[in-house]
């Protein structure tokens, strides 16, 4: 991908203007969305509103990061598919619809006043505001991992310099030793991504001579998302290169020492030359500071018929912090609740017609090059859940051609959700 630099300067621009202001006050007539998290939900959003309602509403997008780094695809990065530029991102497209981007991060939200207040100190007023941090990590939950240990034994599960990390400790692996992948317990983002970055890996290592590597999956769970075809597929392409463990075989994980590169179970002590931990997960910490978290699932509470907040009508939470029933937590998914809540914040600062809400979501998974499985559903909101009215999911023993035409969807997929959220022909 290529960052343009004149709209990078626009954007910095933009940013710096709205710095330069003491407080944003409610200049604005239009009605004033502010939106957290400028990853798929909340770009997403920001865009559906500015195209189909354009200059009805003041959007600020506030995103700490300049550039998105996408976690989906980033498993093909790890297989030599891609390209790390490939899954980096400019805003800039943003500004071509008036969105204000401001890189910076979001510290308080006074939603008695409806203010959020930025790093920076600068106050941005709000009429309603969309939430969208995505995930963060429970470390404490894996016994002797801590932040800082995720150099050693890289997360990778939040894209960006850990995924480059993760690639350069792959590219040190000796062939003939082995890697460990510790898979979390549900829910979390991305269902079979820890089964198609094992896929991935196997691949990188096939193609450079180090077949005879081996990779242990110690999951957290018993089963997991299209689990028949990922084994068919490893059988297939990486034979005798992938073992998956459950906990009823390998008893618990007790303890990792990052140091030694371990990891203690009630099996074994299995050492890795490259251990990938995949700690389980909790909505962004932005939603806990600013109390819309349910504290016992660790996700937000939503209206399952606009993503409105339950625990505040002024504010939206997408993406992969919300509890979305029987949605998975995917960038596919991210986008369908961005287009819902846009619909429903127009719907209540303009008058539109509120819709009936569908919701979609597919998810590919890359075995090998030309070789990809996915699974998928319409689902159905009540203002009690969201449940699945149909789905679908790739057969056992596919012909090549039906799984390369797989692989090509995903492909025009992200394209097209990179399009959705960024506006921008820049993929
Ligand atoms: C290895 C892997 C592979 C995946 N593959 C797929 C796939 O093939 N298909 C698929 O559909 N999904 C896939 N996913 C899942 C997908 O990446 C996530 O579900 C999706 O990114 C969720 O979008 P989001 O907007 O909720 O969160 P994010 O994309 O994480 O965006 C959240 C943004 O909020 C920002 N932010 C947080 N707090 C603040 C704050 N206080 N102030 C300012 N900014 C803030 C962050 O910087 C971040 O950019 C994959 C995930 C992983 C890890």
Not at 81 to 99: A, P, W
Not at 170 to 199: F, H, M, Q, W
Request: aromatic share 8%; charged share 20%; hydrophobic share 40%.
């Amino acid at each position: 991908m290529l960052i343009d630099r004149r709209n990078l300067l626009k954007v910095a621009g933009a940013a710096a203007g709205t710095l330069a202001m003491p407080a944003v006050l409610r200049a604005q007539t239009r009605p004033q969305i502010v939106i957290v998290g400028g990853g798929v939900a909340g770009a997403t959003c920001a865009l559906q509103l500015a195209r189909s309602h354009p200059g009805a509403f003041y959007i600020t997008l506030v995103e700490e990061d300049t550039l998105y780094t996408t976690c989906f695809f980033s498993n093909l990065y790890l297989g030599g598919l891609r390209d790390f530029e490939s899954l980096r991102h400019s805003y800039s497209g943003l500004l071509d619809y008036d969105i204000n981007v401001i890189n910076e991060r979001a510290l308080l939200a006074d939603r008695d006043n409806k203010v959020v207040t930025l790093i920076s100190r600068t106050r941005l007023e709000y009429d309603r505001l969309v939430l969208a941090p995505g995930i963060d990590l429970n470390y404490e939950a894996v016994p002797g991992y801590t932040p800082r240990d995720a150099r050693l034994m890289p997360h990778a599960w939040k894209a960006g310099r850990q995924t480059q990390l993760l690639k350069q400790q792959l590219d040190y692996v000796k062939d003939g030793s082995t890697i460990l992948i510790l898979a979390p317990p549900n829910p979390y983002r991305c269902p079979p991504g820890p089964y198609e970055r094992a896929s991935m890996m196997a691949r990188t290592l096939k193609a450079t001579g180090r077949g005879n590597a081996k990779i242990v999956i110690l999951d957290a769970k018993e089963k997991f998302s299209k689990q028949a075809l990922f084994m068919e597929g490893w059988e297939s392409r990486y034979p005798g290169m992938i073992e998956w463990l459950p906990p009823s075989i390998h008893g618990g994980i007790r303890m990792l020492h990052p140091d030694r590169l371990e990891v203690e179970t009630d099996l074994d002590t299995f050492k890795g030359a490259l251990v990938n931990v995949i700690p389980p997960q909790h909505a962004g910490v932005t939603a806990y500071e600013w109390n819309l978290v349910d504290e016992a699932s660790g996700w937000c509470p939503v209206d399952p018929m606009t993503m409105r907040s339950k625990l505040d009508e002024s504010v939206f939470i997408l993406g992969d912090a919300a509890i979305a029933g029987d949605m998975p937590k995917s960038a596919f998914s991210a986008n369908s609740h961005a287009k819902i809540a846009a619909r429903a914040i127009a719907s209540d600062l303009l008058g539109t017609p509120s819709v009936v809400p569908r919701y979609f979501n597919t998810c590919w998974s890359s075995i090998d090059e030309n070789d990809a499985v996915k699974v998928g559903a319409l689902y159905e909101a009540t203002p009690e859940t969201i449940t699945t009215r149909s789905s679908f999911i790739s057969q056992l023993g596919e012909s090549a051609e039906v799984r390369k035409a797989a692989f090509e969807e995903s492909e025009a997929w992200y394209r097209a959700i990179v399009a959705d959220m960024l506006g921008s022909a820049d993929i």
